[in-house]
């Protein structure tokens, strides 16, 4: 933990052989504020600090005139909370280790008062004084701690203050402090962790006077400009010092990164590649930049390119490149008569060597280029591309709309395709050629002369043509003259049937309202539209939307009735009979009149309707609607009454409890009563399904609360009664001290409600363990396994409310454990223990800092039965809480190999049983196998036995094989002796 060295770096100066009178009076500053109750590596700060600074003192002289101040140990809040606990003399060094056991971390961080109150006591400005601050936190009360630092340097004789910032993470912090040591020519430092303990110890310096700091120096090679990327070919350093020594010759690196001391340097790079050199002066100053970058000159690049003298126009080759390969360069086709030097198409040479490379869309003579990322063309070769062509073949006259076969020869480059077209202007559809031929095209709905066309997709290209010509295609459609509006209605017809072809109604000159398609056959049913007048039948292309054939129908009036009782009650379920042409998906619906309806049922569902009401009273309009277009064709009126409901809950319970509410009320499918705050959203509640009186559970807090019956629809509130909670008692009795993971009985009174629980968990935070009041007094709750102080809860499951207290401090749990010092891999040792024996406590086995490999139970007694690790090593025992897996006691063990030998034959007879002499530990479960040379799988395989020797039957099929011993624990093969299966 840095911040440790940081204490015992600056203490140390304290205990250094000088004369007594060039010692500096001292005053040691600790942060008691409540922050450091954190933890570094679950441990609390404030322990750390405690044990560190108590070791710490007994290395200094007691001469040294010495003092500790404090600050934020006593008082929340208040930024005068700064003491000097011990006086600075000589032979203070038991008092200070007193005071500093005795710190209990609770208020805030007046860091900067705290080291002018240690300055005062010092009397800094009349003797030599040093004070060293220890603080995890940023100043809350003093705004400039820099400020402060200023005017005790500029008043002091010779003024120091040492900071050292633990497990300080915010940056205005860290200044803060940095700034209050620097200001006085101290020295700042900070800590993180526990594993730069050790690292540190040999590196903090007790030398007063600091030496000058190397700065961190970067060398830099780059090409054309500054700006340019690093060179990623060879560069050679040499560095030459002030004093002109070389402290690096000829290092290869890019950046080269060196720690210099202030002064200036002779930097020369050397470029292997081109063999060129270039040197510059670096002026190294401490606190500045000291960075130089070297340019060197872009060499001119060259590349050639090989590929076929002649190609296809539109056709893609393989171009094969030689040349730089930077991340953006690329292969292109270009005009060598344009005036642009752009590239028609081209390739990324990242995408490999040779590039695939596509022709333009016409002949002539053109020009391979490969350009870099910037457009600049560093090699070219010419290349000629050649004519193609491609024919069509298909019927001279077809159908208008209809699909054609169209035959087709031509490249197939990729996305070519035939396409059908007036001549002279755009396509008006086409299929891909890489479809296969023949090509599938859609003719146009208009009659008359068009072209078919193959075309390259690049460029758009047309490659070949043939004329064709298209003829009307007739249809007819033949609904019935007269229909009822909203019928589905058979509609028999004649058409092309091409795909999506539909049959459609909708009124003269308008769009149609409804449709069917053509390919659900001839009659197609068809749904009229629900408003009664004249309709038009139509027999309509999908391409183009065109109407090839049309027909009338006259629609007549759809009728329907709905007959509800005269009157019901608000938020009933009423029986409505009906009367009407039930389509699919019409319904009874109930709404205020010139409104949208509240609720409704399906006609399907049959007739009567079981249709519910509104939950507010008043007039209302019953309704036949149509699905199509939610037409109303029928309506009658129903008056709604009031709804009646009330609850008795008794005037006044204990917060928490379940009270019994007798209720009164319609009783609607999920109708509830539930409690709450007035004006509130209810907290609890009940449905009253359940019955009367409703089981109903109060609320925690104590005060008056409302009680509702609640109609499911609407959430409408019908009845209400007051009630007034009156406070939840509880206490629990834990003794005052135990053992950390122990099971300790605890006495309480209390509730018991449903799964209220006894908990125990660090003041403020969650709790740890628990265990429920309904499995009685006294709880047998288990204690958290690190020792400190802690808060024993009961606690309401509702909420998580905490309704009594108790604290308790644990006390740590101890064990030891006694293996022998030795043992071979996988036997089974004895491991001696004492320890807690907890539920499914362990003892284990493993490297340290790692995982376990083997472990037994502490239940299964004493001494504990543990399997040592397959593989030889220092392992170590371990005796481990099963609550947080914490160990609590370690031993190491040195694990050795056991030697093993096979001396079986070296062949044997296909299909036979042979013995095998061995020697070797035949723990359970290990066997010798056979099987392929260097395979850990067998085809056949024998158990060990202790002192016999192994019968191990031959596979059936002759070969040359491997015998070996596997041991069980970590299947790990201990020897292994060539064998031969004989025919």
Known sequence: MRYLLAVIGILGLLAQPVMAQDRPNSILVLDGSGSMWGQIDEVAKITIAQEVVTGLLSTIPPEQQLGLTVYGHRTRGDCTDIEVMVTPGPDTRDAIGAAVRGIKPLGKTPMTDAVIAAAQALRYTEEKATVILVSDGIETCNPDPCAAARLLEEAGIDFTAHVIG??????????????????????????????????????VSATPEPEPMPVPSVMRAVEGDTGAPLLEDPVLWTVTGPDGAALVTDQQANPLELDLLPGAYKITAYRVQVETEQAAQLQVIAGADATLTLVFEKPAVTATLDASDTAAMGDTIAVTWNGPAGESDYVGIGDPQADSDGAINYSYVRDGNPVSLQMPPREGAFELRYYQRDGTIIGTRPITVTPVSATLDAAETVAAGAPVDVTWTGPDYSNDFVAVGVPGEKYTNYAYTRNGTPASVVMPNEPGTYELRYVMNQDRTVLGTRAINVVAVMASVSPPAEAIAGAVVPVPWEGPDYKNDFIGVGKPGEKYTNYEYTRNGSPAQLQMPTEPGDYEVRYVLSQGREVIATTMITLTDVAATVTPPAQAIAGAVVPVPWEGPDYRNDFIGVGKVGEK?????????????????????????????????????????????????????????????????????????????????????????????????????????????????????????????????????????????????????????????????????????????????????????????????????????????????????????????????????????PITWEGPDYRNDFISVGEPGEKHSAYAYTRNGDPAQVRMPPEPGTYEVRYVLNQGRKVIATVPVTVSDIAVTLNAPINGAAGTTVAIPFDGPSYRGDYIGIGAPGSDDHVGHVNTRKGEVAQLSLPDVPGDYELFYMMNTGKRVMARQPFTVTP
């Open 597 to 829: 309806y509240t609720n409704y049922t399906y006609t399907r569902n049959g007739t009567p309707a079981q249709l519910q009401m509104p939950t507010e009273p008043g007039d209302y309009e019953v309704r036949y609607v149509l699905s199509q277009g939610r037409e109303v064709i029928a309506t009658s009126m129903i008056t709604l009454t009031d709804v009646a409901a009330s609850v008795t809950p008794p005037a006044q319970a204990i917060a928490g409890a379940i009270v019994p509410v007798p209720w009164q009320g319609p009783d609607y499918r999920n109708d509830f009563i539930g409690v709450g705050k007035v004006g509130e959203k209810y907290t609890n509640y009940e449905y009253t399904r359940n019955g009367t009186p409703a089981q109903l559970q109060m609320p925690t807090e104590p005060g008056d609360y409302e009680v509702r019956y609640v109609l499911s629809q609407g959430r409408e509130v019908i009845a209400t009664s007051m009630i007034t909670l009156t406070d939840v008692a509880a206490t629990v009795t834990p003794p005052a001290q135990a053992i950390a993971g122990s099971i300790i009985p605890v006495p309480w009174e209390g509730p018991d409600y449903r799964n209220d629980f006894i908990g125990v968990g660090k003041p403020g935070e969650k709790y740890t363990n628990y265990t429920y009041t309904r499995n009685g007094t006294p709880a047998q709750l288990q204690m958290p396994t690190e020792p400190g102080d802690y808060e024993v809860r009961y606690v309401l499951s509702q909420g998580r409310e905490v309704i009594a207290t108790r604290p308790i401090a644990l006390t740590e749990v101890t064990a030891q454990i006694t293996a022998p010092q030795g043992a071979v891999v996988g036997d089974t040792v």
């Open 166 to 203: 633990f497990d300080v993470t915010d940056a205005e912090a860290l200044a803060q402090m940095q700034c209050l040591a620097e200001e006085t020519g101290g020295t700042f430092l900070t800590a993180s962790n526990a594993d730069e303990l050790t690292a540190a110890l040999t590196t």
